[in-house]
């Protein structure tokens, strides 16, 4: 995180929310790079189309993420609703890697 950045407990102008918030946006397109580079793997990995959707991981992930908002004050409603979508967009990402891998194969 950069050192300029202010806790929000020390933000004391619109411009230094500002700063942090847009400092927190680049971090979380950073781990949604990661996130999506494991999309990759898993369309690499997994043996078959059928495969990719799962719906039982799909709920834990989601248990999971709102697991956590609940343990920091987050609120869980919304947190597992943008899961319920972060998810889905994975799931039709992957999709999407799994056909373009196998393409012509």
Not at 7 to 35: H, K, N, W, Y
Not at 69 to 79: R, S
């Amino acid at each position: 995180m950069n050192p300029n950045i202010l806790p929000p407990t020390a933000c004391e102008t619109m411009a230094e929310v500002r700063a942090g918030v847009d400092s927190v946006d680049r971090q979380i397109v950073a781990l949604l790079a990661t996130r999506f580079g494991y999309m990759d793997a898993a369309a690499r990995i997994k043996p078959s189309r059928g495969a990719v959707r799962d719906e039982a991981r799909k709920a834990q992930v989601i248990a999971n993420a709102s697991a956590h908002a609940a343990e920091l004050g987050v609120p869980v409603g919304l947190v597992a609703d943008f899961w319920e979508q972060l998810v889905e967009a994975s799931i039709a990402y992957e999709f999407d890697r799994f056909d373009e891998m196998r393409a012509g194969a």
